[in-house]
């Protein structure tokens, strides 16, 4: 009866393991996903603040149109795609920067909307980086769209740290009962 209880123990610990291994490979995999999207959503928001004081050049608008695409659960995003062209210091540039942040849209109508205000052949006002002209946006400054990124992100480290407390204490509380 001693072998057999003593095996059931080592069994238990192994088992034990098995599972807090899984779970700090699921906490580790959701902080490098939100540490990435973290500091990726904070370089958007960080270009959105710095836009609103870049200075301005005019510009034209070579191609708008709105563009769909699918995600892996049959969802369809639209996007409206506005290239534009300018001058900075006699070179020429090319960009699709819209706005920080929001890029897509669930409604196909609010892409168009926004493709509309920007139709082939007008000229706009376009922000550029004054550090890197090749960087530039047609509505600088920072919008709701520029915190997408990094609050997803701050939501993944959140999740991580809570399985990181609430495990711990599951694992007691499985033992006692």
């Given amino acids: 009866m001693q072998a057999d209880s003593g095996q059931r123990s080592i069994g238990s610990f192994v088992g034990g393991c098995q599972s807090c291994f899984g779970v700090l490979g699921m ?3 959701f ?28 510009g034209r608008v070579t191609r708008s149109e709105v563009t769909e695409s699918t995600d892996a659960d ?15 210091n006699n070179r020429s540039y090319e960009n699709s920067t819209i706005k920080f942040g929001e890029n897509s849209y669930s409604s196909r109508r609010r ?27 047609l509505e600088p400054g920072v919008t709701g769209g520029s915190y997408i990124v990094l609050g997803i992100g701050a939501l993944f480290v959140a999740v991580s740290l809570i399985i990181l407390i609430i495990a711990p204490i599951a694992s007691v509380l499985r033992r006692r009962g």
């Fill in 27 to 29: 906490v580790a995999i």
């Fill in 31 to 58: 902080l490098l996903v939100g540490g990435g999207l973290s500091w990726w959503g904070w370089n958007i928001l960080q270009d959105a603040r710095a836009s609103a004081s870049w200075p301005t050049v005019d």
């Fill in 74 to 88: 049959g969802g369809d995003s639209y996007s409206p795609e506005v290239t534009y062209e300018y001058q900075v």
């Fill in 111 to 137: 892409a168009e909307e926004i493709a509309a205000t920007y139709p082939v052949g007008q000229r706009v006002n376009v922000s550029y980086d004054p550090n890197e002209p090749g960087q530039s946006v």
